[in-house]
C-alpha cells in the first residue's frame, strides 16, 4: 500500500504516540521493526501517520514495550481501526487540511475546551458573524472559498448541537462580545445566539469583564479537546504559520494550568449570561 500524501492529524498522533512508547521503551525503529517482521522504513511511516496499522499489531508493539496501561492501548486501536468518513471529508480538496484536522479532533474529543479574546468562538458563531470575520482577515477572498468557510465553520456546531453532544465550556473576553465584525444587527444575533446556546446543560461560557484586575491573558486563544485518556488530550493554538496542534504532555500540563487560571478570572456561569444580556440590551 502507498504512503498517505496527506495523513489527518489523528493518524499523525497516532503514529506520534506509538513512537513515543517504543522510545519510552528504548528501542529502535529496526529492533522494532525486525520483531514485526517489517522494515525500518515501513516502521518509520507509521511513525510518521503516513501508514495504517492493524490493531493486532498495534497491540503486539504495546506488549512489545510493556505497556500496561490499557485504556491508552484500547484508545490507539480504536484510532488504528477507526474507518469514519466525516462529514469534514466532504471539503477535502476544498478547504485547507487544516479545516478539516480541526473538525476531526472536536469530533472525536471527549470534552472541548476554549479561550477566546479577539472574536467569538467559531462553535458559537453565526454565519453572518463568521463571513464578517473571514472577509476582514481575507477581503479578496472569492465567493466560491467564502462560501465553504463559512459552511464548514456552520457545521461544525454539529458536536455542541446533536444527539450526543460534546461538553463544551469557554471563556470569552468582553472584548470579543463588544467588537461590531459586522453591523450592529450582526452583533445582536451573535449575542442572542450565545443566550441560546448556554440554555443547553452542556454548554457553558464564563465572560472576563475588561475591568478584571490582574488578568493579563489578553494573547492567549486555544481549544483544548479531551481525550479518551488524558495522555491523548490535544490543544490547538494558533500561530503565524496557521494552527499548532500540541500534544506533548509537559505542553498540555502547562495549557490545562493556563485553562483554569483564565477561567478563575472569569465571572461565574450565571453572571456571565447576566452579563451578555446587558450587553444585548445596550444594543
Known amino acids: 500500500m502507498a504512503p498517505r500524501s496527506n495523513p489527518t492529524a489523528r493518524q499523525v498522533r497516532l503514529g506520534a504516540e506509538l513512537r513515543r512508547l517504543r522510545e519510552a521503551a528504548g528501542l529502535r525503529a529496526r529492533e522494532v521493526a525486525a520483531f514485526l517482521d517489517s522494515t525500518s522504513a515501513q516502521m518509520s511511516q507509521v511513525e510518521a501517520g503516513l501508514s495504517g496499522i492493524s490493531?493486532?499489531?498495534?497491540?503486539?508493539?504495546?506488549?512489545?514495550?510493556?505497556?500496561?496501561?490499557?485504556a491508552l492501548v484500547d484508545a490507539l486501536v480504536a484510532m488504528a481501526t477507526d474507518r469514519t468518513r466525516?462529514?469534514?471529508?466532504?471539503?477535502?480538496?476544498?478547504?485547507?487540511?487544516?479545516?478539516?484536522?480541526?473538525?476531526?479532533?472536536?469530533?472525536?474529543?471527549?470534552?472541548?475546551?476554549?479561550?477566546?479574546?479577539?472574536?467569538?468562538?467559531?462553535?458559537?458563531?453565526?454565519?453572518?458573524?463568521?463571513?464578517?470575520?473571514?472577509?476582514?482577515?481575507?477581503?479578496?477572498?472569492?465567493?466560491?472559498?467564502?462560501?465553504?468557510?463559512?459552511?464548514?465553520?456552520?457545521?461544525?456546531?454539529?458536536?455542541?448541537e446533536g444527539e450526543d453532544p460534546t461538553p463544551y465550556e469557554t471563556v470569552i473576553h468582553e472584548i470579543a462580545l463588544r467588537v461590531h465584525v459586522s453591523d450592529r444587527g450582526v452583533t445582536r444575533a451573535q449575542l442572542r445566539q450565545i443566550l441560546d446556546q448556554i440554555e443547553q446543560e452542556h454548554v457553558t461560557v464564563r465572560v472576563v469583564p475588561l475591568d478584571r484586575e490582574g488578568f493579563a491573558g489578553t494573547e492567549i486563544s486555544m481549544?483544548?479537546?479531551?481525550?479518551?485518556?488524558?495522555?491523548?488530550?490535544?490543544?490547538?493554538?494558533?500561530?503565524?504559520?496557521g494552527v499548532m496542534f500540541i500534544d506533548a504532555e509537559a505542553q498540555l500540563r502547562q495549557l490545562r494550568a493556563l485553562f483554569h487560571k483564565v477561567r478563575d478570572a472569569a465571572l461565574d456561569p450565571t453572571a456571565s449570561r447576566d452579563f451578555i444580556h446587558r450587553l444585548l440590551k445596550e444594543l
Not at 101 to 125: F, K, M, N, W
Open 223 to 241: 481549544m483544548y479537546a479531551g481525550g479518551p485518556v488524558p495522555r491523548l488530550d490535544t490543544c490547538l493554538r494558533d500561530a503565524p504559520t
Open 86 to 160: 466525516g462529514w469534514w471529508e466532504d471539503y477535502r480538496g476544498v478547504l485547507p487540511p487544516v479545516f478539516l484536522d480541526t473538525a476531526e479532533v472536536e469530533h472525536h474529543a471527549t470534552s472541548l475546551r476554549e479561550v477566546v479574546i479577539t472574536h467569538v468562538p467559531g462553535l458559537l458563531q453565526t454565519a453572518d458573524y463568521a463571513r464578517a470575520v473571514y472577509t476582514y482577515v481575507n477581503p479578496h477572498l472569492p465567493e466560491r472559498e467564502l462560501n465553504p468557510r463559512v459552511e464548514h465553520r456552520m457545521r461544525r456546531r454539529r458536536v455542541i
Open 55 to 70: 490493531a493486532e499489531r498495534v497491540r503486539r508493539l504495546a506488549a512489545h514495550y510493556a505497556c500496561t496501561d490499557e
